[in-house]
């Protein structure tokens, strides 16, 4: 699992502080209580272990199915300049990472994807939430898609 897309010199302003986190707050909720859908695209739950802290992270995702039944998340960012922390502590603890989806919650294995794969996993994804076009337009860093299977 080679998790290697540094950050970029130039793109958006990264989400967060408290507006961020309510927003997240109540999309996590929306994803236990009714399997979540928020602006116009399916989520889910990941679950990963902060590379600093030890401590668990909670944070809903846009998932894309992918064509072996797993999913494909993408760390955009709104196209920030850096990679969000989920993807940081994915690569710091991938062997730590799960997924709640439909009242369940399970490990899961996450590799990113590169070349030929990456391509076709953002063709897919951009012809399914045309907005992530607009994300890649923002910042120099090639953004990260991430397949996530479940575990077992």
């Known amino acids: 699992m080679s998790f290697s897309h540094p950050s970029g010199t130039r ?8 507006v961020m986190r309510l927003v997240n707050k109540l ?11 928020a602006m ?3 989520l889910l739950v990941l679950h990963t272990v902060g590379r600093k802290s030890g401590e668990e992270r909670t944070t809903p995702v846009a998932r894309f199915s992918a064509p072996d039944g797993g999913w494909y998340v993408v ?3 709104n196209g ?3 990679n969000p922390a989920w993807y940081l502590n994915m690569a710091a603890h991938p062997d730590r990472v799960s997924v709640e989806l439909d009242g369940q919650r399970f490990p899961v294995d996450a590799e ?6 990456r391509a076709a996993a953002w063709d897919l994804i951009t012809r399914e939430v045309p907005r992530f076009t607009k994300y890649e337009e923002k910042t120099d860093r090639l953004i990260p898609v991430v397949r996530l299977r479940r575990r077992g």
């Open 11 to 18: 793109g958006g302003a990264m989400p967060r502080g408290p």
């Open 40 to 42: 116009g695209m399916d």
């Open 75 to 77: 760390a955009s960012a």
């Open 27 to 37: 999309a996590t909720r929306r994803v236990r209580r009714t399997g979540g859908q």
């Open 112 to 117: 990113e994807l590169h070349g030929d794969e």
């Open 80 to 82: 920030a300049v850096e």
